[in-house]
């Protein structure tokens, strides 16, 4: 067994206490019924309940330790049938208590002592069943609350002689549930300390969770992953001389180049992953990608960069706190340099970036931590990031549920797939959940990490059925720290801006990435899908914003029926985007007109 009941530590801090609020919608009806028919009756005349309470534990370590799991409960509950609005006078709320006669069953307990307007006293009394059915159920029994109304301020053992008036079914939406993970509150005095107090009572609900759930429903690996392309594989280029290039970042990093060469050539092309990814995504064997594309249209020499963003590289699988403008300042730099040292000093470079690859790459060239590019493509996104409105509720709230609340260092595609019991099969089950657009947990996670959609990163009909099977492997693990960044600059009025502005490790960048814009001369062709649901019109506004700073010098391209990814995975893509790549390429080839 993985993940263990918290037993309290001596060595914490005493009497640190605990809040969350959460909200439950339902329906009930007057008199004694069983629930079901009490919800039924209540949806069809319309008699609805909801309420919001706020559940306050005293003392965690005392909660944890304890048989009962007791915490305060304040707020309020809003029913017609009762008049409306009802204040909780008091209430009590038990955390996974033992079922009587049944070991294998808890349950989460409510008692909330009401008073009507007029003054009329009454009791919610409702229970949560605990329970591992048949199927996979625990989602539905963690959010369904089985209530009674009683008059009078009843105790529990007082319910057999009790007057109900009421009787119903309650339950949690899921954006509710995700408001509730957001509301987790400590008053412990040091930041540390509160992060830990939310990462106890985590591992505890979670704990408890799989001891009820844990061997039916994780255990079976019925679904593990075969893998049917060799990772890492560089088969896709043929005909191609391939040789792997270290380089070294000024903050002391590993980074790796692989160059796909094939004759000498004045115009080399650099092509620049996003985050999750690596240079796997354009040298894909199961279609005509990217580089060898390059290759056989007169672009003879083609190198990949993986960078700190990758995930042949293990430094997204840490809790690091790197942002962009490290990206932008320490590893773009010593990978152009890379190329002229290898191919020569006057060289012409073109650059391909995508995604946060493409906003990083931006980024320095537009902050002047790299110069003599001669033509860039930047797909998706560029100084500009836009995100549709629940991707940026997700990047509000992500990084602190990841880190803090679920204890877990980065997130992963092959959660669900890998053997074991970990906090990430739990999370990667559980997304599957409400991804049933597909048979794919890779795709399900992937939709989670990213944008907003089932699924969001790309069409399902624009991709190779291995490709859609192997996106556990084309995309890697992520930490989260690098979501911070992209938030903040969300809220900036989409704005490529400096995570931050006090750090003097970042002088040598500007505060705002559009500051130098009149003066960089190399030209971009913005491209993007036109159905991009991680990144939306971000390009679009790019482009709009600059043409309006230097009229003429850059392109855009909008491709029909594409999404953000798909872009350079597809199937097809040889024949619907790599053309305007390949055009754009050439008319910028030859003499620097600089």
């Not at 540390?192 to 609900?205: A, E, M, T």
């Not at 942002?323 to 650059?351: S, W």
């Not at 990213?450 to 490709?467: E, Q, R």
């Not at 002088?507 to 705002?512: F, I, S």
Request: charged share 20%; net charge neutral.
């Amino acid at each position: 067994m993985i993940i263990k009941s918290v037993q309290p530590d001596s060595n914490k801090i005493k009497r640190a206490s605990l809040s969350f609020t959460e909200t439950m919608r339902g329906f009930l009806t007057d008199g004694q019924l069983d629930f079901q028919s009490g919800y039924s009756l209540g949806e069809e005349k319309g008699t609805s309940i909801t309420f919001t309470v706020n559940i306050k534990i005293d003392d965690v370590e005392k909660f944890i330790a304890s048989s009962n799991h007791e915490a305060d409960v304040s707020g309020h509950v809003n029913c017609e049938l009762f008049g409306g609005y009802m204040e909780i006078r008091t209430g009590r709320f038990n955390l996974f208590v033992n079922s009587v006669g049944d070991n294998e069953r808890k349950k989460m307990l409510y008692r909330l002592y009401l008073q009507t307007t007029n003054g009329k006293l009454l009791t919610l009394s409702g229970y949560k069943d605990i329970f591992d059915n048949v199927g996979l159920d625990i989602w539905s029994d963690t959010t369904t609350l089985y209530i009674n109304i009683m008059e009078g301020h009843i105790e529990a053992d007082g319910e057999l002689s009790a007057n109900i008036i009421g009787t119903g079914i309650m339950h949690i939406g899921k954006l509710d549930f995700i408001k509730q993970l957001t509301s987790f509150r400590s008053d412990a005095t040091r930041k540390s300390d509160r992060l830990s107090v939310i990462n106890d009572f985590g591992q505890f609900f979670l704990g408890s969770l799989w001891d009820i759930y844990g061997y039916s429903v994780f255990m079976p690996d019925t679904n593990t992953y075969e893998r049917e392309i060799p990772l890492f594989t560089t088969e896709g280029v043929p005909n191609a001389e391939c040789t792997a290039h270290s380089i070294t970042t000024l903050d002391k990093l590993g980074l790796g180049m692989l160059r796909f060469h094939r004759a000498k050539c004045k115009d080399v092309v650099l092509i620049i992953h996003g985050l999750t990814t690596s240079s796997d995504m354009f040298i894909m064997p199961e279609h005509y990608n990217l580089v060898t594309y390059l290759l056989d249209n007169n672009f003879s020499d083609v190198w990949t960069l993986d960078y700190r963003m990758s995930n042949r590289l293990p430094y997204n699988m840490q809790r690091h706190r790197y942002n962009m403008d490290d990206i932008a300042l320490f590893d773009y730099p010593p990978a152009l340099e890379k190329i002229r040292e290898e191919v020569g000093q006057d060289v012409r470079i073109h650059v391909i970036c995508h995604c946060l690859g493409s906003v990083s790459f931006s980024m320095s060239l537009f902050g002047k931590a790299v110069t003599g590019v001669r033509s860039v493509v930047a797909n998706s996104v560029a100084l500009t990031p836009r995100v549709p409105r629940w991707s940026l509720f997700k990047l509000s709230v992500a990084p602190f549920v990841t880190e803090y609340l679920l204890g877990m260092m980065y997130l992963d595609p092959l959660f669900s797939e890998k053997p074991g019991i970990t906090m990430g099969k739990i999370l990667g089950k559980l997304t599957s959940i409400f991804h049933q657009e597909c048979d794919v947990p890779a795709c399900h996670m992937l939709s989670l990490m990213w944008g907003a959609g089932h699924p969001a990163l790309y069409n399902h009909k624009n991709l190779a059925d291995v490709t859609h099977r192997r996106g556990g492997d084309l995309y890697g693990p992520t930490s989260m720290h690098f979501y911070r960044h992209v938030r903040k600059m969300v809220r900036m009025n989409s704005t490529a801006i400096k995570y931050n502005k006090s750090n003097p490790k970042y002088r040598a960048l500007p505060n705002d990435y559009m500051e130098h814009a009149k003066d960089i001369n190399t030209p971009i062709l913005f491209m993007t899908g036109q159905e991009n649901h991680v990144f939306n019109d971000s390009n679009i506004i790019c482009y709009e914003r600059l043409e309006k700073i230097v009229p003429g010098r850059h392109q855009l391209r909008v491709i029909p029926g594409y999404g953000h990814q798909d872009v350079f995975m597809g199937k097809n893509v040889s024949q619907d985007v790599f053309p305007h790549i390949l055009k754009f390429l050439e008319s910028n080839s030859g003499d620097i007109k600089n």
